[in-house]
């Protein structure tokens, strides 16, 4: 054959086993069973249905497919897929709602109006297939409904550094016939566990300490027979009975550092059996207090407290683009965070100009605002609603700290704040200098009020509202703190509601982006 011929065949070779390795990475992807309703709570039946490969969707303003809405729809997205032992990062990028469960334990819910952003939780995946479903709304405006992970962590851990005390007794009582260092626990004994201790009816205590990261951890113990466990003072697992080896799980919350284990056993008589293993499902991000590394907060500091009154080391740390939250009866961070009798502290310095301020929130429970330590709004009660107050601002940098406790039920928190009168801090007489009809507004107790780009103090100042204007009512923001308005040169902003006065009802209005 000659030199031609045979670089002729490799290539040929070369090209159907690239061909056949495509193919195999290509089926080998994800493929959803894609559900979508026009609605947005997944009522009634789907009105498309079909298989996706991937879960990478922005749609733009448009819609899915010529079936579903542009805009008010749902969907639902589910997959099976094969894992190899460990921890995974899911990440969801979502504009507006999205719920993400692993095995029917739900990891990620968001369920609640926003703007793009992501989401991200830590979760432990044993060996083999998993079941995944996404369910995911979008209001109006843009629609994006992403979900990706990696994985970040290894396999189990047995490892660790034990004091053991063997007893010839199955209640631990008296003083240890031995006591040894041991470096796991994952035994399996035929007769005596060590020399000088029964084959039979004995018990053991092992007892030490971990080194955790903060974050929500699974440890299965498994014994034959009786089995014990405690984790930072908590007893999570009590099974105090003759039985086969039977393996037992519990998820436990960990604040990190060092972190105390006691495992107890005994055994009543023919194989004994005693083991423990521990994996991290979530984990969560580390005030600098916590950890060397240094976190940059760009927007808002929160700090999230598993208890109403902000105490001791907050379980979750995290940089929040705005305050503006309504969590329904679910918790800020699945598996990190309660659902209740919870607290957060959002802190934040800000530039803003000398002049008058109106700061509102309206939450379901307490809150208390704090402008430059200065107290501003209190209602640190159980009843929802809305709470106004004015400040007067020397200009600079200003710190705002806003806390704010979650009872039971609902949860929802939001802060909005404009500047009232830029120019002046006297307070104006309160009728209007010119007369609105319905559907559009005047101003109110102010002589002038910023209109923005958005309806938020972040956003851009386009233009003002003086008291000889008349301006049109366009549409509120969700909860009616920001109105959308146009002015008579045709601009069009957003303003605060507090200071426009009108006949027509605020929350007649629609909702618009």
Known sequence: MNLNRRFGLLGSLLALIILMSSHQTATAAEVWKAEYWNNKNLEGDPVLVRNESGLDNDWGGGSPASEVNSGNFSARWSTRTAFNEG????TATVDDGMRVYIDGNKIIDVWYDSQQHDVAADYYMSSGEHNIVVEYYEAEGNAVAKLSWQQVGGGQNFGGNWTAQYYNNISLSGAPTVTQQENMINYVWGGSPVAGVNADNFSVRWSGSLQLDAGTYRFTAAGDDGIRLWVNGQQIINQ???????????DIYVPGGSIPVTLEHYDRGGTA????????????TVTESQSSTSQTFDDWKGEY????????T???????????????SSSPLPNVVQDD???????????????TYQFSTFSDDGVRLYVNDQLVLDKWTTSPGRVDGTVTIPGGQTAIRLEFFEM?????????????????TTTESPTPAVTASEGNAVLKNVRVLSVRSGPNLDSERVDFITRSMVVRLIGQHSGGFWIKVELPNGTAGWASSKYLSSPTAFSSLPVVE
């Open 240 to 250: 105090w009975i003759e039985q086969p080896e039977t393996s037992y799980s519990a």
């Open 341 to 355: 009798l919870f607290s957060v502290r959002w802190s934040r310095s800000v530039i803003l100009n000398a002049g």
């Open 408 to 424: 039971r039920g609902l949860s929802e928190i939001r802060l909005e704040w404009d500047e009232v009168n830029p120019t002046s």
């Open 305 to 312: 407290f598993n208890n109403i009154n902000l105490s001791g």
């Open 87 to 90: 921890t995974y990062r899911f």
């Open 273 to 284: 059996a005693a083991k423990l293993r521990w994996s991290q499902l979530t984990s969560v």
């Open 314 to 328: 907050p379980v979750l740390v995290r940089n929040d683009k705005s305050v503006n939250f309504n969590w329904g």
